[in-house]
């Protein structure tokens, strides 16, 4: 029997028995082998012990779009939910959707702007004094104005502020007491595949999503790293969803566009299985796609060809010609 068959099966027996632990004690060639042959960058979260009623998720940017859809979910499942964002209106709309699903005390809305550390850190205190300790924090909040390299300075602050120290900031706040009551747990952050091929048009957005795959990377091998850490992280990365982000002038959905359940639906399978990449197709763009598009930008450097090359008119040709390679 081939030897990659035989550690995918042991692999595969590993985790079916629970020895997660097991597989990290292995040296790393073996465990990166093992993980190339299953697809996995981290081992399969038991996720029964954490979305389940009366656990607690916290939801940054939770009054619309993902981040509600995220939080109409666990509220689903019986589990305590706290959203924050911005505006009273908006987040007591959603407050009465949630409560009509989990029930009045199963719900907290907390208007927090994440640009700000010393917010999130009410938040958090506002969010233990009410359901005592946070099982799933989903750092989400986002914005994308238009940017361009010598935009005004406000646009680039917001947008970093929000996007990037949201996150760092969220993750930081929240993540010690997360760790210290040793119940398993998770921190979602949404990225979005503009920080992984860095498409021309919106550079500070793409700087703050690069930032947050980046941070939430290294996030990942610090928790894996940590003795008796219960707490996993995952990069969230949507393809196109209709929400208040991109809707502009539209009503209507546009047939590329997922909605934002689904968006939520492929999260959960995906963090399910065990992936660390949340990496969502939509109706336009399937994976397949999506893995030609990153691995090009990748190549930009390897193949010393110039920056964001993909849109640059010599290279034309040669990115469709790559694009349609199926090896
Ligand atoms: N919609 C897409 O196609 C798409 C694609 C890739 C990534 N994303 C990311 O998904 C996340 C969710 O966005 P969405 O598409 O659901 O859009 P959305 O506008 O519906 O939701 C974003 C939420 O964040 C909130 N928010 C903005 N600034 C905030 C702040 N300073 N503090 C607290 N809350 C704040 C907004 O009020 C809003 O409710 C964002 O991080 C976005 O960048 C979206």
Redesign the pocket.
């Known amino acids: 029997m081939p030897i990659r068959v035989l550690f995918a099966l042991q692999t595969a027996v590993m985790r079916w028995i629970g020895d997660f632990d097991l597989t990290h004690q292995i040296e790393g060639s073996y465990l990166q082998y093992t993980d190339n042959i299953l697809g996995k960058a981290t081992p399969v979260t038991d996720i029964q012990d954490i979305f389940k009623k009366a656990n607690v998720a916290v939801i940054?940017?939770g009054?619309?779009?993902?981040?509600f859809a995220a939080a109409k979910f666990f509220a689903r499942l019986g589990m305590s939910v706290a959203i924050?964002?911005?505006?009273r209106d908006?987040l007591a709309a959603a407050r009465a959707e949630l409560e009509a699903i989990a029930g009045v005390d199963q719900i907290m809305v907390v208007e927090?702007?994440?640009?700000h550390k010393e917010q999130l850190e009410a938040l958090e205190r506002a969010v233990l004094q009410h359901f005592g300790r946070v099982h799933v924090l989903m750092n989400?909040?986002?914005?994308?104005p238009e940017t361009s390299i010598f935009s005004p300075q406000a646009g680039w602050d917001n947008i970093l502020g929000?996007?990037l120290m949201?996150v760092i900031n969220g993750t930081r706040v929240f993540g010690p007491g997360m760790l210290a009551h040793g119940k398993p747990g998770l921190i979602i952050n949404?990225g979005?595949?503009q920080g992984i091929t860095t498409p021309p048009g919106n550079p500070a957005y793409n700087v703050s999503?690069a930032g947050v795959k980046v941070f939430t990377e290294a996030l990942q091998h610090e928790l894996r790293n940590t003795p008796g850490a219960k707490i996993a992280a995952h990069l969230l990365i949507?393809?196109?969803?209709f929400?208040?982000?991109?809707k502009g002038d539209r009503q209507e959905k546009p047939a590329g566009a997922w909605t934002?359940e689904q968006t939520v639906d492929f999260m959960v399978e995906s963090i399910k299985r065990g992936d660390f990449y949340i990496l969502c197709p939509d109706n336009d763009v399937q994976r397949p796609t999506d893995e030609r598009r990153m691995l090009w930008a990748a190549g930009d450097i390897i193949e010393n060809r110039p920056p964001l090359s993909r849109w640059h008119p010599d290279y034309a040709d040669k990115f469709k010609a790559f694009l349609e390679k199926k090896d």
């Open positions: 940054t940017g009054a619309s779009g993902i981040g924050a964002d911005l505006g908006r927090t702007d994440v640009a989400n909040a986002g914005i994308g929000v996007n949201g949404t979005s595949k999503k949507p393809g196109f969803v929400t208040g982000l991109t934002p």
